[in-house]
């Protein structure tokens, strides 16, 4: 599996725009980049997704470098329930099911 | 509530017990997988099933660990024998094919081991 390098921890305020970057430098041309978080205490949920246009939805934007070698996450206003575990994984474009591969993430810390 | 649910939520035993934990995932969902999360760490997939069969298993999922879905509804993972290295957070998922490279997965809220 292609990997992806994202910083250990981030920290920022409320209210304020987060961005979240992730390295994936030997993605290959049919690898989504998936995002997914973990609350605390909670199981992983999913954030969004793309392959190579930026992509929005309502808990985020996924904005994808134009070599795909690089993507960032964009939380637009912080709140303190975003405060997580943000996982940066990449899923190849096959059909069936498809095992996710964590890496160890971005812990994000929002600040009041 | 429609998601996924795992029971128990948590799970004290001493070594060399055996345990099962028991995972529903969304009720359309025909994909089920297993991971297991320690401390600080991401999570690892264990296995994963489509309907009943069982199409992969990690090198992780020693002999002492069966995991079984016999009406490709729910699912069970045993953990014969435990030992302290299995404390973790056991994880399920469910899924549903979406379209290429759209295979969401949705969590229960794990069940967390602790072998004393």
């Known amino acids: 599996d292609a990997k992806t390098t994202q910083p250990n921890s981030m920290e920022s305020n409320e209210e304020e725009p987060v961005h979240l970057p992730c390295n994936h430098s030997?993605?290959?041309?049919?690898?989504?980049i998936h995002w997914y978080r973990q609350l605390p205490s909670q199981g992983p949920e999913y954030v969004i997704h793309?392959?190579?246009s930026n992509v929005n939805n309502r808990m985020a934007s996924l904005a994808i470098a134009e070599d795909r070698k690089s993507s960032t996450l964009i939380l637009h206003r912080a709140t303190l329930r975003d405060a997580a575990v943000y996982y940066c994984?990449?899923?190849?474009?096959?059909?069936?099911?498809?095992?996710?591969?964590f890496g160890q993430g971005t812990r994000l810390t929002i600040n009041p | 509530d429609t998601g996924v649910s795992q029971n128990p939520r948590h799970k004290i035993t001493k070594r060399g017990q055996n345990v099962t934990f028991r995972c529903d995932p969304i009720?359309?969902?025909?994909?089920l997988y297993w991971y297991r999360q320690t401390l600080g760490q991401g999570p690892e997939f264990l296995t994963y099933?489509?309907?009943?069969?069982?199409?992969?298993k990690s090198r992780l999922l020693s002999d002492r660990f069966s995991a079984e879905r016999p009406k490709g509804s729910f699912s069970t993972l045993e953990i014969q024998r435990t030992e302290q290295g299995d404390s973790a957070m056991y994880l399920c998922?469910?899924?549903?094919?979406?379209?290429?490279?759209?295979?969401?997965?949705?969590f229960g809220p794990g069940t967390r081991l602790t072998v004393l």
């Open positions: 998922a469910s899924g549903a094919p979406s379209g290429r490279g759209t295979d969401t997965q949705y």
């Open positions: 030997t993605i290959s041309g049919t690898d989504y």
């Open positions: 793309g392959l190579t």
């Open positions: 994984i990449l899923r190849a474009i096959i059909q069936g099911a498809q095992k996710l591969v």
């Open positions: 009720s359309e969902h025909n994909r």
């Open positions: 099933f489509q309907n009943e069969a069982q199409l992969e």
